[in-house]
């Protein structure tokens, strides 16, 4: 069977197979060092590469990401992006960088670490003659906010996957402390969205650590939108904690259900006052005002705009463009971090149509 170099594609006797995959072939140790930084994307096993290397495995295939992967969507911009066409132009950004300028992906997860991935891109792009750069830098300059460090740390991922935290749930809500993870899955499987969502808010709790993010649907679901300080929601949270540990799961999930949580605190002596989050308990989780959903959005790091917000506060008039929904969420943030800010009013005007 006739091979060539993987690098230079050199048609020799006593070509060396990669150690590694046993796929790609060289003439030497050269050409196997040269090729490394593009083979080793193809050669390395999935667990091995960062969202870095993911991303540029797409950059040379030329497919936008898959939003499961939740890590690579939410370092390089994808999960910030409102539209698909503000994905397809970021991956054309990167396919300036990594493809025609021949960046090695480690370079990327290196300035990303760094929190100079922005200044990075603009060198770049800059060092470029301007005729040169294409379309997608100055589309760039005015989006840069889609490649900014988020605001809050995502630790719901891994407090929700790990076995730990899902036993210590599960005994809590009645299961057996004996029970693998495997059995628990067969026990929830079946359970409906809102018993899960109470399931998974137990766990969160349990993590004496956890910080919740207006990311979270929690955030939303169990009142913390309606809070204005950080301290305010700091003490919801505490307040939560304790009452988990006063009820049984199945009267905290029905409460939640039946959107009677504010009657189960004020039960067991634990009063809640704020106006705010007693008008999202009083509706969660079957019927929630959208400017709660706003205010998640406009506080949010990856939070998506669903299409009753389009509607009521304005975004239809963005045409589309990432720079003017931005633009206008910041609006938003503004209004609903403002000292004394009232969301209900901001939804009085909505419902009157007087926003504008």
């Not at 770049?124 to 490649?147: D, M, S, T, V």
């Not at 009452?243 to 029905?254: A, C, M, N, Q």
């Not at 949580?261 to 019927?287: K, R, W, Y």
Request: hydrophobic fraction near 35%; charged fraction near 20%; aromatic fraction near 12%.
């Amino acid at each position: 069977m006739e091979r060539s170099c993987h690098h230079c594609e050199a048609d020799e006797p006593g070509l060396s197979v990669c150690s590694g995959c046993h796929n790609a072939w060289y003439c030497s140790s050269g050409c196997q060092k040269a090729d490394w930084k593009f083979h080793r994307l193809r050669c390395l096993h999935p667990s091995k590469l960062t969202s870095a290397d993911r991303l540029a495995i797409l950059v040379y295939d030329n497919f936008l990401p898959n939003h499961l992967d939740v890590q690579l969507c939410q370092d390089y911009g994808f999960a910030q992006a409102q539209f698909e066409q503000s994905e397809s132009r970021l991956l054309s950004l990167f396919q300036g960088i990594i493809t025609y300028g021949n960046i090695d992906s480690r370079k990327i997860h290196q300035q990303r670490l760094a929190g100079t991935l922005i200044d990075y891109i603009k060198n770049y792009y800059e060092n470029i003659p301007a005729y040169a750069r294409g379309g997608y830098y100055p589309w760039f300059l005015k989006n840069q906010h889609l490649l900014a460090p988020p605001k809050f740390p995502d630790m719901s991922t891994a407090t929700l996957s790990n076995s730990e935290f899902i036993q210590r749930a599960w005994c809590f809500a009645g299961g057996l402390v004996t029970d693998d993870l495997d059995s628990i899955q067969s026990h929830t499987k079946d359970w409906p969205e809102e018993k899960l969502c109470a399931f998974r808010f137990v766990q969160l709790l349990l993590h004496t650590r956890f910080q919740l993010s207006p990311d979270l649907p929690e955030w939303v679901h169990f009142g913390f939108c309606g809070c204005s300080l950080p301290n305010e929601e700091k003490n919801l949270w505490n307040s939560y904690i304790e009452l988990i540990h006063k009820v049984l799961f199945e009267h905290f999930y029905t409460a939640y259900d039946g959107s009677s949580l504010p009657d189960l605190f004020s039960a067991n002596g634990l009063e809640i006052t704020n106006p705010f989050v007693l008008d999202v308990l009083s509706g969660t989780p079957h019927m929630t005002k959208s400017v709660w959903s706003l205010k998640q959005f406009a506080l949010g790091d990856y939070a998506r705009l669903k299409p009753s917000l389009i509607v009521d506060y304005g975004f239809m008039n963005c045409g589309g463009e990432e720079d003017l929904v931005y633009s206008l969420k910041e609006v938003y943030h503004r209004i609903l971090t403002a000292p004394g800010a009232n969301p209900l009013k901001l939804h009085e005007a909505c419902l009157q149509g007087k926003l504008f």
